[in-house]
């Protein structure tokens, strides 16, 4: 919100921020009417010190949403009521924002493309992007079976547009982010109290991010993979063996009860 305010100006910083608010609702609600299990839940998010260096490191963004009248958003939390939602020798203060939730994206995702062609919409997968052009009339994607007007194109497709040939190249740049998952835990998530749902990460810039299952497994990332120069992945954004044990490091150093617990799976990904 502070890098909102910043370069846009608080009012429409504000309009963002509230935006983003309804959207999570509204994805609850899709999931509601549609039938979808994507997992969601609504349980906030901790932002958690694990460092001296960490300590109220949110205090710069915290700060400008209580200018603009704001401050029953988030509460700051002591080391004792970080450890009322979640225990671990590693975490000191923090701040908990309550109108945040968690989904399964690709379940989410399955949800949304079923919703679709319920409703007779055709979905043309697969289609390679040849060229988009932009003019007065609007834009226009070409693929080699046909091509699609419309009044904007979002670029989605992430890492990909990092590659050879496409226009917005020297602007992106590629790390990767791994996790672990566990197996089972539900008795380690009763000892140390995190049996809310809530979503975690610590302060670093390239943070660890933790969430709970719906059957009680801890998934536990790391968005600091290697950087991937120009693009070039050398296959190690996938999977990075390298990086996956170091993840399994941390996690078991913030929960020291998953020692001798068995990590179920890894996995990893490109992200720009």
Same mark, same amino acid.
């Given at each position: 919100?502070?890098?909102?305010?910043?370069?846009?100006?608080?009012?429409?910083?504000?309009?963002?921020?509230?935006?983003?608010?309804?959207?999570?609702?509204? !994805?609850?609600?899709?999931?509601?009417?549609?039938?979808?299990?994507?997992?969601?839940?609504?349980?906030?998010?901790?932002?958690?010190?694990?460092?001296?260096?960490?300590?109220?490191?949110?205090?710069?963004?915290?700060?400008?949403?209580? #200018?603009?009248?704001?401050?029953? %958003?988030?509460?700051?939390?002591?080391?004792?009521? /970080?450890?009322?939602?979640?225990?671990?020798?590693?975490?000191?203060?923090?701040?908990?924002?309550?109108? /945040?939730?968690?989904?399964?994206?690709?379940?989410?995702?399955?949800?949304?493309?079923?919703?679709?062609?319920?409703?007779? /919409? #055709?979905?043309?997968?697969?289609?390679?992007?040849?060229?988009?052009?932009?003019?007065?009339?609007?834009?226009?994607?070409?693929?080699?079976?046909?091509?699609?007007?419309?009044?904007?194109?979002?670029?989605?497709?992430?890492?990909?547009?990092?590659?050879?040939?496409?226009?917005?190249?020297?602007? %992106?740049?590629?790390?990767?982010?791994?996790? /672990?998952?566990?197996?089972?835990?539900?008795?380690?998530?009763?000892? !140390?109290?995190?049996?809310?749902?809530?979503?975690?990460?610590?302060?670093?810039?390239?943070?660890?991010?933790?969430?709970?299952?719906?059957?009680?497994?801890? #998934?536990?990332?790391?968005?600091?993979?290697?950087?991937?120069?120009?693009?070039?992945?050398?296959?190690?954004?996938? !999977?990075?063996?390298?990086?996956?044990?170091?993840?399994?490091?941390?996690?078991?150093?913030?929960?020291?009860?998953?020692?001798?617990?068995?990590?179920?799976?890894?996995?990893?990904?490109?992200?720009?």
């Amino acid at each position: 919100f502070a890098r909102l305010s910043e370069r846009y100006g608080a009012p429409a910083a504000l309009d963002i921020a509230m935006a983003s608010e309804e959207s999570v609702d509204s !994805i609850g609600g899709f999931c509601e009417q549609q039938g979808v299990d994507a997992w969601y839940r609504k349980a906030g998010y901790l932002n958690v010190s694990t460092s001296a260096a960490q300590d109220a490191s949110w205090k710069e963004n915290t700060d400008s949403i209580v #200018a603009v009248g704001q401050s029953g %958003i988030f509460d700051e939390l002591a080391p004792e009521g /970080v450890a009322d939602l979640c225990s671990s020798p590693r975490f000191r203060g923090g701040v908990f924002y309550p109108d /945040v939730a968690t989904l399964q994206p690709a379940r989410l995702a399955f949800g949304l493309r079923a919703a679709l062609a319920d409703r007779g /919409v #055709a979905l043309f997968e697969n289609s390679q992007a040849r060229r988009i052009g932009d003019g007065p009339g609007g834009v226009t994607v070409e693929t080699s079976g046909g091509s699609v007007r419309a009044e904007r194109v979002v670029l989605a497709a992430g890492p990909a547009l990092a590659g050879r040939g496409s226009p917005v190249r020297g602007s %992106i740049t590629i790390a990767s982010s791994h996790m /672990v998952i566990t197996e089972p835990v539900p008795d380690l998530l009763e000892e !140390i109290g995190w049996t809310g749902g809530e979503a975690i990460s610590d302060c670093r810039a390239l943070l660890n991010y933790f969430r709970t299952t719906p059957d009680g497994r801890i #998934a536990f990332g790391w968005g600091g993979g290697r950087i991937a120069p120009g693009g070039h992945r050398f296959g190690r954004a996938e !999977i990075d063996r390298e990086v996956i044990d170091q993840v399994s490091v941390t996690l078991r150093d913030y929960f020291p009860g998953l020692v001798g617990r068995r990590l179920q799976h890894a996995w990893g990904g490109p992200i720009d």
